[in-house]
C-alpha cells in the first residue's frame, strides 16, 4: 500500500518506523522515502527511539545502496558513540556493500581484538573471504571460529559446504557428523550425510551411506529422496564382489526402495505417464546382474 507523504507528518513516520522494527519488515525503499522527506531533519524530536531509528536507517541505505546516507548516520552515531563496536560494525557492513572488502576486513578485526567472544565479526569475515572466492581462508577462519564457538550448527552446515566445494568429502562428512550430534532426529541431516558417502565412493562408503539413508527413512517414511538413495546404494553393492548372500539381500532390498517409491509418486505425482517412468526405473534395474565370484 502506498505511502501519502503529503499527509505525513514526522510522528507518523516515527511511528511507522516503529512498527516496522517490531514486526521484522525492512521495506528498506519507504524508510529510505520518508527519511528523505520527512524524517531526516526532526529525527532529534524522536527522543529516546532516536538512535534505533539512525541504525534502521543504516541497515536500509545499505539495502538500497544509498551509501551516503548510511555514512552522514553513521558519522553522526560515531559522534556521540566513540570507540562503540556497534557503530564499527557498521562502518565494516557499509564497507562491505561497497565492496571495499579489505578495509571491512581491518574494521571487522579491530572489533575481533576488542571482543574475542563477539561471534558476529567472526561470521562477517568468513562470509567476505568466502565473496571473494577466498575459500581456504575462509575455512582456516572458520575452523578457527568453532574452536571457539563448538555448538554453532550453521558454521559446521557452512564448514561441510566449502569442504565440498572443495571436494574435500571426508572433512565434508565429519563436519555433518558434528551437526548429526545436535540433531540426532533430523532425517534431512542423515540424507545429507548419506549423499556426502554415497559421492565418496568405495564399499564401505557405500553401506554407511546405505545405513544413513535407513535411518532417513525411518525418521520420515515419505522422504522419496532417501527411498531413491537407498536404491542407488543397493543396486551398487548388488553389482560388487561382496559376498552372494550381502548382493542378494541389496537387491532385494532395492526392489523394496524402489516398489516404496512407486507407490509414494503415484499417490502424490501430478506428472503424467509417472508410471512410465518408474518402470524404466524398474526395467535398468532388471538388468542387473547378480554374478558368483
Not at 567476505?128 to 571460529?145: F, M, P, Q, S, V
Not at 546404494?233 to 560388487?240: D, E, G, R, V
Request: neutral net charge.
Amino acid at each position: 500500500m502506498a505511502l501519502n507523504y503529503e499527509e505525513m507528518s514526522w510522528r507518523d513516520v516515527r511511528d511507522h518506523f516503529r512498527k516496522w522494527r517490531e514486526d521484522n519488515e525492512r521495506r528498506s525503499d519507504d524508510v529510505i522515502q520518508l527519511w528523505e522527506a520527512i524524517l531526516e531533519d526532526k529525527v532529534s524530536k524522536t527522543g529516546n527511539e532516536r538512535h534505533l531509528i539512525l541504525e534502521q536507517v543504516i541497515v536500509a541505505a545499505l539495502d538500497t545502496s544509498r551509501f551516503d546516507i548510511a555514512g552522514r548516520c553513521i558519522k553522526e552515531l560515531s559522534q556521540e558513540f566513540p570507540g562503540s563496536m556497534r557503530v564499527m560494525k557498521f562502518k565494516a557492513m557499509r564497507l562491505e556493500a561497497m565492496e571495499r572488502y579489505s578495509e571491512a576486513i581491518d574494521v571487522l578485526d579491530a572489533i575481533i581484538a576488542k571482543d574475542e567472544t563477539n561471534a558476529a565479526p567472526r561470521k562477517r569475515k568468513i562470509a567476505i573471504l568466502k565473496a571473494k572466492g577466498r575459500r581456504t581462508d575462509a575455512i582456516k577462519e572458520l575452523n578457527e571460529y568453532l574452536k571457539k564457538f563448538m555448538s554453532d550448527q550453521e558454521a559446521w552446515h557452512e564448514l561441510c559446504n566449502l569442504y565440498m566445494a572443495e571436494g574435500d568429502y571426508a572433512k565434508a562428512a565429519f563436519c555433518m557428523e558434528e551437526v548429526l550430534l545436535h540433531n540426532p532426529h533430523s532425517h534431512l541431516i542423515h540424507q545429507r550425510l548419506a549423499e556426502i558417502r554415497y559421492t565418496m565412493g568405495g564399499a564401505d562408503n557405500i553401506d554407511i551411506a546405505r545405513t544413513y539413508y535407513s535411518q532417513a527413512l525411518k525418521l520420515n517414511p515419505n522422504n522419496l529422496r532417501a527411498l531413491y538413495g537407498i536404491y542407488l546404494c543397493c543396486s551398487s553393492i548388488a553389482n560388487s564382489r561382496a559376498l552372494g548372500s550381502k548382493r542378494k539381500e541389496a537387491y532385494k532390498m532395492a526392489q523394496w526402495a524402489l516398489d516404496q517409491a512407486n507407490k509414494l509418486t503415484s499417490s502424490v505425482s501430478k506428472i503424467e505417464n509417472n508410471d512410465k517412468l518408474i518402470a524404466s526405473l524398474e526395467s535398468a534395474f532388471g538388468h542387473l546382474e547378480i554374478k558368483s565370484y
